[in-house]
């Protein structure tokens, strides 16, 4: 097999992968046994789980890069991930930190999961698929800042600020987000009257508004290159929430937070 393209295929650079590697190693010095099928090496074993979840392929698929069965894929996969997020948890800022001195820009957007029987409420109309709904952070340079806590994808934006708790702690922080987020204390662009027109001050100030909110879209889109939370998410939907967690972490731990 020829050596991959770290950054482009795992997500993170060659020097990040051996430091994650590192650290994992330590945690797995004080476990009595080992979390993955001995045959894979814990350099290998962590490669391929970043590929698993920057990339979403299937098992199988995984299986042949590797030169692996697919049960081993899968063992690996779920012996080493939370062995990741445990080494990566403290990369994930807390978000009163975070946002300290910051002009905050929001948005929603969903992680596709695929109808389930027994989830009807994940269906979104809007975007006319089942998933998960979750909120994004960024500053003005489209650095992320948090990721909510994932929400029925059936929730308009407007109620999941308020379910995952954003719209009291950003009470008294400056942020700017899109119309859904209208009624909260979150700047928003002006709605056209009803049989009217925007003035020509608010057209400039919702096209600045537009331009600023941008970055967070950006950052929604960087996200979203860990293609397990964009493509559509094929596992266990109870194991959904922790992989989102874990996955954010990987974010900031590939931006240097």
């Known amino acids: 097999m020829e050596p991959l393209r770290y950054q482009s295929t795992t997500g993170l650079a060659a020097d990040q992968i051996e430091e994650l590697v590192v650290r994992v190693w330590q945690i797995v010095q004080c476990r009595e046994e080992q979390l993955w099928p001995p045959v894979v090496g814990l350099y290998r074993a962590v490669v391929l ?29 779920r012996g080493i991930l939370p062995l990741i997020g445990e080494a990566l948890c403290l990369h994930v800022p807390d978000l009163e930190e975070a946002i300290r001195g910051r002009l905050v820009l929001v948005d929603g957007t969903d992680v596709p999961t695929g109808n389930r029987a027994g989830h009807e409420d994940n269906y979104s109309g809007k975007r006319r698929r089942a998933g998960l709904n979750i909120q ?57 009257p009803k049989n009217g027109e925007l003035s020509t001050r608010d057209k400039e100030s919702n096209n600045t508004i537009s331009s600023i909110r941008s970055a967070v879209e950006r950052c929604i889109a960087h996200l979203k290159n860990w293609k397990i939370l964009a493509t559509g998410y094929r596992g266990r939907l109870a194991e959904l929430p922790n992989i989102i967690r874990i996955v954010t972490s990987l974010e900031f731990y590939r931006r240097g937070w």
Not at 61 to 77: M, N
């Open 49 to 77: 789980t970043l590929v698993y979840v920057r990339q979403n392929l299937n098992q199988a698929a995984v299986g042949d890069l590797f030169g692996l069965s697919q049960p081993t894929v899968s063992r690996v996969y």
């Open 136 to 192: 994004v952070a960024a500053d003005t340079d489209g650095g992320l800042l948090a990721v909510s806590i994932p929400l029925p994808g059936s929730m308009h934006d407007r109620k999941a600020f308020t379910e995952c708790g954003w719209e009291d702690l950003l009470a008294e922080t400056p942020t700017i987000a899109d119309p859904a987020y209208q009624g909260t204390h979150a700047t928003t662009p002006r709605k056209k």
